[in-house]
C-alpha cells in the first residue's frame, strides 16, 4: 500500500520554480479610451503595442486589461495593459503577478517622466513614484517600491498651471517623427531586461 502511494505522488508533475523565474511580466501603463490614445502620458501603452506588432502577436482581452504572451529563448514575456485607468494600475499588477505567479523581480513597468527630456530612457530597480499616480498606485497594491521601472522621457515643455493638459495632450510633429527610433529601443530594453538581467539592462541602455 506505501510502495503505491509512493508510486501515485511521484507521478504527479511538481511545477518548476525556475520556470517562474524564466516569466516576466511588462507592464505598460496608460489609460483606456480613444482620447487618450496618442497622448503623452500613455507612452507605457505605445512601448508594448509596437513590440507585440514586432513579435507578430495581438492583445487580447483579460481580467484587469488586455494581454499578449511571446517566448524568446526560454523564456515568455506577459505584455499587459491594465484597463483600470492610470490611478488603480496597481491592482491589475499584483492579480497578474498572483496569478502567474511571476516575481517581482521579474516584473517591469513603463512609464512617461516629466522629469526627462523627450526620448530620454531610465532604467532604475526601485524608487518613489516621482508624483506619478501609476506608479503611487502598484506602490500601494504590492507594499513595496522595489521593482523595475523603464522611464520614457515626455520632457517638461509645459506653462504654469498647464501640466495636466500637456501630459494627456498630444505629441508635436517633431516628436512624432521621433518616436519610432524610440519604440526599437525600447523594445530591445524589454528584451534585455528578460534575457540578460536588469544591472546589464540598466548598464547598456540607461542614457541613451
Do not use: C
Not at 514586432?54 to 511571446?70: N, P
Not at 498630444?170 to 534585455?192: F, V
Amino acid at each position: 500500500m506505501i510502495k503505491w502511494i509512493q508510486q501515485l505522488f511521484s507521478s504527479v508533475p511538481v511545477a518548476d520554480k525556475t520556470d517562474n523565474m524564466k516569466k516576466f511580466l511588462i507592464v505598460g501603463l496608460g489609460n483606456i479610451g480613444a482620447e487618450y490614445v496618442n497622448t503623452r502620458h500613455n507612452i507605457g501603452f505605445k512601448v508594448v503595442d509596437f513590440l507585440a506588432r514586432k513579435e507578430g502577436v495581438s492583445f487580447e482581452t483579460v481580467k484587469l486589461g488586455t494581454m499578449v504572451e511571446f517566448k524568446l529563448k526560454g523564456r515568455s514575456f506577459l505584455l499587459l495593459k491594465p484597463n483600470t485607468y492610470m490611478n488603480l494600475s496597481g491592482k491589475a499588477v499584483k492579480y497578474w503577478l498572483d496569478k502567474e505567479n511571476i516575481p517581482v523581480e521579474n516584473l517591469l513597468v513603463i512609464t512617461d517622466d516629466l522629469n526627462l527630456s523627450f526620448g530620454a530612457i531610465r532604467i532604475k530597480p526601485k524608487g518613489s513614484d516621482g508624483g506619478h499616480n501609476g506608479l503611487k498606485n502598484i506602490n500601494f497594491e504590492l507594499n513595496s517600491n522595489v521593482y523595475a521601472r523603464f522611464r520614457f522621457g515626455i520632457s517638461d515643455e509645459f506653462k504654469k498651471g498647464k501640466q495636466v493638459d500637456y501630459v494627456l495632450g498630444e505629441w508635436n510633429a517633431e516628436e512624432d517623427a521621433k518616436l519610432p527610433e524610440r519604440y526599437e529601443i525600447a523594445s530591445e530594453i524589454i528584451k534585455s531586461f528578460g534575457m540578460a538581467g536588469l544591472e546589464l539592462t540598466m548598464t547598456s541602455y540607461n542614457g541613451k
